[in-house]
């Protein structure tokens, strides 16, 4: 069975870096095309695609976020990791971690997601 | 501004069919064909059915998706009050080299 959960800080000051915690259980990047990514809803509003690491190590990105963010993975305790830095009000939202199957393009299992305020 | 285009909502009456049409382009819906999400008020997202137009095997055969050149569609036969939601489509972009949504469909069943 496979499981996600997101973890990170609830409330976060504008122009900080935000860094979420993605754990997961069921699988393994030793699967070769296996993927974990993240996406976002901001209140009332539809997904917005963020960004996916897969078992070959590439990184892809949200064009129009790109230069905000970053994705690493940690095999070791089977975490992958996303951060956003200089967070604005518009970076307020749900932010889920997903997992992508080795024969699939998008993700087939999710996270609850967390909930994440940009306020001061 | 969503990448793939989806009408706001839709409606029908129970054990009526209904179609959720995903607009999109070369790049994505005609590249990589569509997925098909479903969310609840409150819930995070489920997968209906991927952009191989399998479904997991949970999700009942009354959900089925097609896809016509740049415009994924997906169609729910026998409405049922549960499945009132929000559904989104996806894909996979090979220009941007991203995955894309689209804005959603709220279904209302009457």
């Known amino acids: 069975q496979i499981t996600l959960k997101e973890s990170g800080p609830t409330v976060l000051e504008p122009t900080k870096t935000l860094t979420l915690t993605c754990t997961f259980s069921?699988?393994?990047?030793?699967?070769?095309?296996?993927?974990v990514g993240w996406v976002r809803q901001s209140p009332g509003e539809a997904l917005e695609w963020l960004a996916l690491?897969?078992?070959?190590?590439?990184?892809h990105f949200n064009p129009s976020l790109k230069s905000r963010l970053t994705i690493t993975r940690d095999s070791s305790w089977n975490q992958v990791l996303l951060t956003l830095t200089n967070v604005g009000p518009d970076d307020t939202g749900i932010y889920y971690c997903?997992?992508?199957?080795?024969?699939?393009?998008?993700?087939?299992?999710w996270g609850q997601g967390m909930l994440v305020a940009v306020s001061s | 501004q969503s990448i793939l285009t989806q009408p706001p909502s839709v409606s029908a009456a129970p054990g009526q069919t209904v179609t959720v049409s995903c607009s999109g382009s070369?790049?994505?819906?005609?590249?990589?064909?569509a997925a098909w999400y479903q969310q609840f008020s409150g819930a995070a997202p489920r997968l209906l059915i991927d952009h191989n137009d399998k479904r997991p095997s949970d999700i009942p055969d009354r959900f089925s998706a097609s896809r016509s050149g740049t415009t994924a569609t997906l169609t729910i036969t026998g409405l049922q009050t549960g499945d009132e939601a929000d559904y989104y489509c996806g894909a996979w972009d090979n220009v941007i080299n991203a995955g894309v949504f689209g804005g959603g469909t709220r279904l209302t069943v009457l």
């Open positions: 690491t897969d078992s070959f190590n590439f990184q």
């Open positions: 997903a997992y992508k199957a080795p024969a699939t393009l998008l993700f087939d299992s």
């Open positions: 069921g699988f393994s990047f030793t699967t070769s095309g296996v993927g």
């Open positions: 070369y790049s994505n819906v005609a590249y990589s064909s």
